[in-house]
Each structure stands twice: as structure tokens, then as C-alpha cells.
């Protein structure tokens, strides 16, 4: 048997040693992490869920301003969803839609049951 060759396989079975080593500890890394990700992304899920059922629940019970109740309505943005406004306004908008073209703050009170003969109540509606 040639000596030298026996020492370059020695040596290259070394290095595979080695290697094997430090590609056993990365995997463990990286099965670690990834594992930290999956909870992190569960977490996530949840809290975005827990969040969004807050926000419902938030738009929909009235708020104290300036002594007076007032419902709190999200800001506008184009991913919120109609069903996040509160009752009255869900109302507003269906009856808005229900009309054949632009209304006038008397239809859309007419439309709600709302006493129109009030100024005052009719008010809300501009806004």
C-alpha cells in the first residue's frame, strides 16, 4: 500500500469529519429557527385575529366626548371592511346604496325612520 496515498485519504476523511461536524451543528440552527418562526407566525395569527375582534367590538360601543356618548368610527383605509362601522352607519351606507343616484341628507332620514321635521336630526346625517 502506497504511504502517501494512505495520508491523502486520511487526511480527506479528516475534512469530511469536520465537515459532517459543522453541517450537523447549521442544521440544528436552522431546525431551530425554524421552529421559532412557526410560533412566532401562530402568535401572530392570533393576535391579528384577538385585534381584529377588538376593533369590532371597539367601533360598536359608544365612547365618552366632552360628556356626551359618540360611537367611535375606525379610520378610513382601504382594506377596513364595512362590517367594522358601527350599526347606525352600516344603515346610512345601505341606504345610500339603495337609491338610484346621489341622495340628500331628507331621503336618506326618511329612508331611516328618522323624524325629519327636526333640523337637528337631520344633521347627523351630513356629517
Request: hydrophobic share 45%.
Amino acid at each position: 500500500m502506497d504511504p502517501e496515498l494512505l495520508v491523502r485519504i486520511t487526511a480527506r476523511r479528516a475534512e469530511l469529519d469536520e465537515l459532517e461536524e459543522q453541517l450537523a451543528k447549521e442544521l440544528t440552527e436552522v431546525r431551530a429557527e425554524r421552529d421559532e418562526r412557526a410560533v412566532a407566525e401562530r402568535v401572530l395569527e392570533r393576535v391579528s385575529g384577538q385585534i381584529a375582534d377588538e376593533r369590532v367590538l371597539a367601533s360598536s360601543v359608544p365612547a365618552q366626548v366632552g360628556g356626551r356618548a359618540v360611537m367611535l368610527i375606525p379610520h378610513r383605509a382601504s382594506d377596513v371592511k364595512e362590517n367594522v362601522l358601527p350599526p347606525d352607519c352600516q344603515r346610512i351606507l345601505a341606504a345610500v346604496r339603495q337609491a338610484a343616484g346621489p341622495v340628500m341628507a331628507r331621503q336618506v332620514g326618511e329612508m331611516l325612520g328618522v323624524d325629519i321635521s327636526i333640523r337637528s336630526k337631520l344633521e347627523p346625517l351630513r356629517g
